[in-house]
């Protein structure tokens, strides 16, 4: 017989009747049922209840056991007493009778429970990982990790893509976020940098001559935590493809992403063709360019219904400022002014002046509320009925018979959204809140808005995947505090702009410069961006022209991009590709709001590894090695 054990917790079945059996695991529960001992045997399989009566030799021993003790135990299987069965466990129909027990590992007093799942401090629950693991949600979605990662490979290799490692110690760059910095021993003062991405490499992979790349990535950023962003580290399914275009990029990636969530989203509906949305276009419709689809409400601009109106706020604002605008968020059945009121309050908590609204009650014709009452019948009428996604002479939204208005890029799908909640427009019983400036300065919060009322009225999709691409970036944005063009996402992007004419642009052409799109684009899955990506800039000239645009010379570029600028310079092709955050994949099919709830061993939101106690000082003698003298801020105070 085995040392440990014949069967692990989760084998043994109805079959095995009569046979003996030797286990080894934790004990998760025990019970005391009238004198006679039964124990819940867990290892990393399952759970196996086990049964010590005093007759049995290993009684006294089984009597001293505590929770989470590792132990091994001999015994022979038998079927459970009619009645006590227990059809939600695999194990369900049988018990073990022990007859020996051996004490593997006894365990102090815990300092947090493993049976059941009890909320304790996120602090704690990371300094005691170990324990938190044992716990079943926890430990079920690690291996969830797991399995998940090993179908993305699986569905990579079928479509001929070839997983390659990237440098881990490389040289600092500016991508976007801080770098973890590492000192060289050998070179005295220089430093070598944690990578934020393989992204260089993967280009340069390219230019070697191999064709399709990916790796599950580790990246590294210092960044502060949030709920959907690990501190530190995290992994990405990094791609990289060559002689491509946009839509072979696309073409590439949604099946692998459609497949994973359809083996393991439980059954749920996934998004079958992911629509293509601008990015212009989903800030105006959705007031973000991470949009959640499951939410159907539109955001409309019904500015022309306010102009020269009574509504004196409003109409003041808009003669003097020929940039401002009024966005209106719908809100089916929220017509209730205590609902309208609890929203205004809100927006004031969000540091807004407030949300100014209509609404419609049962029984009365006309919109009720100080705004309805002085823009008037008229305009409250044809706000009402304007709102179901088709044009009025009040109201500017996408017209859900066309998948293009106004040059944007809106799937007939999305366009029609809040037609088909409400055909006829607004009825009794519903309301709409109005938002007011100029759209840079307002997306935001009608985007924040626009999902409050989802929420708050119970509007959203549920148990669905919904996907799209964001597509469409603009190149470059205007940085006010340093008054110049500068990069808007990523540089490394080509332009979506004819090469010899983007070659001749002048610096001083800046509504032009402004206005050209990127090859970039993002994937967005129930309001959570899992990727960007890009067609990359292949072509030296246009590279250092992207960058002259924005007030760098060469002499920064070769700087900051030297080895991959150089390695243009020697024939590459055309190329692209995408990231998606593993983690965050992982963490959607969980069905968890936080991603350490799927990583093995995270950080808390101060990126401390509580469990390791890192980061740590180093020893005056590992200093004097690495030739670095500490100037620490002062503590005092």
């Known amino acids: 017989m085995h040392r440990y054990r014949t069967h692990s917790c989760g084998d043994l079945r109805e079959t095995q009747a009569g046979e003996e059996t030797r286990l ?7 019970r005391d049922h009238g004198g006679v001992l039964f124990i819940d045997l867990r290892d990393h399989y399952g759970i196996t209840q086990c049964v010590v009566d005093p007759d049995s030799k290993a009684f006294g021993a089984a009597e001293k056991l505590r929770s989470e003790w590792v132990v091994r135990f001999d015994g022979f299987v038998r079927r459970r007493p009619e009645g006590t069965e227990n059809p939600d466990m695999p194990t369900g129909l049988i018990e073990v009778y022990v007859t020996d027990i051996e004490v593997l590992g006894a365990a102090a007093e815990l300092p947090l429970p493993v049976f059941g799942e009890h909320h304790y401090p996120e602090d704690m629950r990371l300094k005691y990982r170990f324990l938190d693991l044992r716990r079943d949600k926890l430990h079920k979605n690690i291996m969830l990790r797991g399995q998940i990662i090993d179908s993305l490979r699986a569905r990579m290799k079928v479509q001929g893509f070839f997983e390659f490692q990237t440098p881990i110690l490389t040289a600092s760059s500016p991508e976007g976020a801080r770098d973890f910095l590492v000192p060289s021993r050998l070179h005295p003062g220089k430093f070598y940098a944690l990578p934020q991405a393989p992204q260089q490499f993967k280009q340069l992979t390219m230019v070697a001559g191999f064709d399709r790349y990916f790796q599950i990535a580790p990246c590294f950023r210092d960044e502060d935590a949030r709920a959907d962003r690990s501190p530190g ?90 940039e401002a605008r009024v966005w209106a968020i719908p809100a089916p059945g929220g017509g209730q002014r205590t609902f309208c009121d609890r929203m205004d309050s809100w927006a004031k908590s969000e540091g807004q002046p407030g949300l100014a609204y209509i609404f419609w009650r049962d029984g009365e014709e006309t919109g009720a509320g100080p705004v309805a009452k002085n823009v008037g019948p008229e305009r409250t009428e044809f706000i009402r009925r304007g709102l179901n996604g088709v044009p009025s002479e009040w109201v500017d939204v996408p017209a859900p018979e066309s998948e293009v208005t106004n040059g944007e890029k809106f799937p007939l799908e999305i366009a029609s959204a809040y037609r088909r909640l409400r055909p006829d427009g607004l009825k009794a019983g519903d309301a709409v809140f109005f938002v007011l400036g100029k759209p840079d300065d307002i997306y935001k919060f009608a985007g924040l808005a626009r ?75 129930n309001g959570i961006e899992l990727s960007s990506g890009a067609i990359r800039n292949h072509r030296p000239d246009i590279m250092k022209k992207a960058f002259a645009l924005a007030g760098y010379d060469e002499e920064v570029l070769l700087e900051k991009f030297g080895g991959m600028y150089r390695a243009f310079q020697y024939g590459a092709p055309p190329h692209g590709g995408i990231a998606p955050g593993v983690d965050r994949i992982v963490m959607l099919l969980a069905g968890e709001e936080n991603l350490r709830e799927v990583v093995l061993f995270p950080m808390n939101q101060r990126a401390e590894d509580l469990l390791m106690s890192a980061p740590s000082p180093a020893t005056p003698k590992q200093l004097r090695e690495l030739h670095i003298r500490l100037n620490l801020p002062d503590q005092k105070g």
């Open 233 to 322: 580290e995290f992994y990405q399914l990094d791609i990289e493809m060559s002689f491509v275009t946009q839509d072979d990029v696309f073409a590439a990636v949604e099946p692998v992403l459609r497949g994973v969530f359809e083996e393991f989203g439980e059954g749920k509906p996934v998004t079958q063709k992911f629509p293509m949305i601008s990015y212009s276009a989903a800030i105006r419709a959705y007031g973000s360019d991470k949009p959640d689809l499951r939410n159907p409400l539109l955001i409309h601009d019904v500015t022309q219904a306010f102009r020269d109106s009574g509504f004196g706020v409003f109409a003041k604002r808009l003669a003097s400022d020929p």
């Open 24 to 30: 080894s695991g934790w004990c998760h529960r025990i």
């Open 451 to 525: 999902q409050r009322l989802g929420s708050e009225l119970d509007l959203a999709e549920k148990d669905v995947f919904k996907f799209c691409w964001i597509v469409d970036f603009p190149m470059y944005e205007w940085n006010e505090d340093e008054k110049k063009i500068d990069f808007s996402h990523n540089p490394f992007s080509m332009p979506n702009f004819d090469p010899d004419a983007f070659i001749a642009l002048d610096a001083a052409e800046k509504a032009t410069i402004l206005a050209i799109k990127a090859f970039q684009y993002d994937i967005v899955c």
